[in-house]
């Protein structure tokens, strides 16, 4: 049955995100269930799950519908018309309501799975896909990508994470430079820190060329 629930996430997927020029296009999707795909195999967890979890992973996220609740029962009718039995239901929202990032406060994830999927997420947004995602955030949100004199804030709250005042550069701090802390699996850990470390390359870069010393 799994295959048929992944088919039909996929298309949800598509039709859900085919408009937004935010950072959460189909492709974030695609690229998620993928990591997740590749980790759980990894860390030996239940793949089919994950990789169904990720696809449905942003559906009801909270910023694409006018309430939390209201995401949650947008999901739950979608998997009830898929005749998705009550117990991967459940698995599923469990995972799917522990993944999201938050400004930091998100849950803290319970199962394997939901690390799995948690962290697939969370690579999404460093490493040299991160940071394009990071500007185009930032240009969709008519914010600035570098504002020298602008610090850094921290232990945000979700109001204040969602507030769109850190230029491109700021969100590093506020947040892409503390994901690779946050990652549940060893396996995310490892990939995490790679692509950290193209975080620290590029802001290398960035500041010489801002400074105009290179
Ligand atoms: P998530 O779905 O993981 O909660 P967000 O909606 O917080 O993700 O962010 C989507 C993408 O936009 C991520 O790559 C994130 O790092 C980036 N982003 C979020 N806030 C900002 C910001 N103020 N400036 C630049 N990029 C941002
Ligand atoms: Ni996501």
């Avoid at 860390?43 to 995401?71: I, M, N, P, R, Y």
């Avoid at 739950?76 to 698995?91: A, C, G, L, Y």
């Avoid at 930091?104 to 690390?115: F, P, R, S």
Wanted: aromatic fraction near 10%.
């Amino acid at each position: 049955m799994y295959t048929v629930w992944i088919k039909k996430a996929e298309d949800l997927a598509q039709e859900f995100f085919k408009d937004d020029a935010s950072g959460h296009d189909v492709f974030h999707t695609m690229r998620v269930r993928s990591q997740a795909v590749s980790i759980a195999k990894e860390e030996k967890a239940d793949v089919k799950l994950c990789e169904l979890a990720a696809l449905l992973h942003d559906v009801s996220d909270e910023k694409f519908h006018f309430t939390q609740s209201a995401g949650k029962e947008y999901l739950n009718e979608w998997m009830v018309t898929q005749n998705i039995p009550s117990d991967i239901r459940n698995k599923l929202q469990q995972i799917i309501e522990s993944v999201s990032f938050k400004g930091g406060n998100g849950k803290q994830t319970e199962t394997l799975e939901a690390g799995v999927v948690q962290d697939a997420d969370r690579l999404d947004a460093i490493g040299a896909v991160g940071i394009a995602r990071c500007f185009m955030y930032a240009g969709f949100h008519r914010s600035p990508m570098h504002h020298p004199e602008q610090q850094p804030r921290y232990n945000l709250t979700e109001q204040e994470y969602r507030d769109n005042s850190a230029s491109a550069v700021t969100h590093f701090y506020e947040k892409l430079l503390t994901v690779k802390d946050m990652m549940n699996t060893p396996t995310g850990r490892r990939r995490a820190e790679k692509r950290h470390k193209r975080l620290e390359n590029f802001l290398d870069e960035f500041y010489s060329e801002w400074s105009g010393t290179s």
